[in-house]
């Protein structure tokens, strides 16, 4: 789920200015009814990543690899992010932090 929010007041960072900011809400539902929520706030100016890329990430390519994998294999998982994917190919999405701290944040929560 994506979402626009107003900022209160105006958020400068170097020569950039932002009024809102788009949020991206991941909810994972485990196979024991557990639910875990993570969230990513993706600035192009700092990650590179902008909502649709961080949905994209996560739906196609991140989230269907966790499908039957156990959450006590999180710290595997959580490495897996990083480095490559279970049959040893080199790593699909590379970088996406916003992406895959959203889903690491949902995991942990879980």
């Not at 960072?13 to 809400?25: G, H, L, P, Q, T």
């Not at 009814?33 to 890329?53: C, D, F, L, R, Y």
Request: with cysteine; aromatic share 12%.
């Amino acid at each position: 789920m994506t979402v626009l929010l107003r900022l209160k007041e105006v958020f400068k960072i170097a020569n950039v200015i932002m009024r809102d900011m788009r949020f991206v809400y991941v909810k994972i539902l485990m196979d024991n009814g557990i639910i875990g929520w993570g969230e990513a706030i993706p600035a192009w100016e700092v990650t590179g990543e902008t909502q649709h890329s961080v949905r994209d990430a996560i739906d196609n390519y991140l989230s269907p690899w966790l499908i039957g994998k156990k959450i006590e294999d999180y710290y595997d998982l959580q490495d897996c992010f990083e480095t490559f994917d279970p049959e040893k190919k080199p790593q699909i999405v590379w970088g996406a932090p916003s992406a895959k701290a959203a889903l690491d944040i949902a995991l942990f929560d879980a």
